[in-house]
């Protein structure tokens, strides 16, 4: 698994979407028929038993490491172009996303949207993003190194478009919506695929 960065990261971010998108559309139904406190609640019992698990797993395992190679020497990462890079990618990556899944339903209800209706659209933008999780992954792989940073700054400009469409646009709300979940879900899976210092 250390060695496997994308492929963990592939699936961490199939599960959080998954999760997420089910908790979006379930919360304002639960919330009607039982209260804020259950529809908040009822999410702590996913949380211990993923906490219960993961504390299993580490006592069986222990702390897992990543080998070094042969040769390799320790990376100052204050001096390093390649961590400032992806540490920006990462926080604008998470800028975009956390915004879109906070204020979704308050931009949608401003176009005219049901609130009853806005967990579904949340539950569109995490679904949409699950499989451009394994699409980005495989083609991150495939890419040479020198064009992968093309590759991020495409999905970085895929996403100043979508928001832009969904600002502006008063149509196809739902489609826009589905797009900003491929491009938020595409650029955070690209991070640990691709070498942003290629080139």
Same mark, same amino acid.
């Given at each position: 698994?250390?060695?496997?960065?994308?492929?963990?990261?592939?699936?961490?971010?199939?599960?959080?979407?998954?999760?997420?998108?089910?908790?979006?559309?379930?919360?304002?139904?639960?919330?009607?028929?039982?209260?804020?406190?259950?529809?908040?609640?009822?999410?702590?019992?996913?949380?211990?038993?993923?906490?219960?698990?993961?504390?299993?797993?580490?006592?069986?395992?222990?702390?897992?490491?990543?080998?070094? =190679? *042969?040769?390799?020497? &320790? +990376? #100052?990462?204050? %001096?390093?172009?390649?961590?400032?890079?992806?540490?920006?990618? !990462?926080?604008?990556?998470?800028?975009?996303?956390?915004?879109?899944?906070?204020?979704?339903?308050?931009?949608?209800?401003?176009?005219?949207?049901?609130?009853?209706?806005?967990?579904?659209?949340?539950?569109?933008?995490?679904?949409?993003?699950?499989?451009?999780?394994?699409?980005? =992954? *495989?083609?991150?792989? &495939? +890419? #040479?190194?020198? %064009?992968?940073?093309?590759?991020?700054?495409?999905?970085?400009? !895929?996403?100043?478009?979508?928001?832009?469409?969904?600002?502006?646009?008063?149509?196809?709300?739902?489609?826009?919506?589905?797009?900003?979940?491929?491009?938020?879900?595409?650029?955070?899976?690209?991070?640990?695929?691709?070498?942003?210092?290629?080139?």
């Amino acid at each position: 698994l250390p060695l496997s960065v994308g492929r963990v990261t592939s699936f961490y971010s199939v599960t959080m979407g998954l999760a997420a998108g089910i908790a979006a559309a379930v919360a304002i139904p639960l919330a009607q028929s039982q209260g804020w406190r259950a529809a908040l609640n009822i999410w702590l019992w996913p949380a211990l038993a993923a906490l219960a698990l993961w504390l299993y797993m580490r006592k069986r395992n222990g702390h897992i490491a990543t080998p070094v =190679a *042969a040769g390799q020497t &320790k +990376v #100052k990462l204050w %001096h390093s172009g390649l961590a400032w890079m992806i540490s920006l990618m !990462m926080g604008l990556q998470s800028l975009f996303y956390y915004t879109f899944s906070t204020w979704l339903p308050l931009i949608l209800m401003s176009k005219g949207i049901a609130p009853s209706e806005t967990g579904y659209y949340l539950l569109t933008l995490q679904l949409a993003g699950l499989p451009a999780v394994f699409i980005t =992954a *495989a083609l991150a792989a &495939k +890419v #040479k190194k020198e %064009h992968q940073q093309w590759l991020a700054l495409c999905l970085c400009g !895929m996403n100043v478009i979508t928001t832009l469409a969904l600002w502006l646009l008063s149509g196809g709300l739902l489609f826009w919506v589905g797009m900003i979940g491929v491009g938020a879900s595409a650029t955070f899976t690209v991070q640990p695929n691709t070498d942003l210092a290629a080139g």
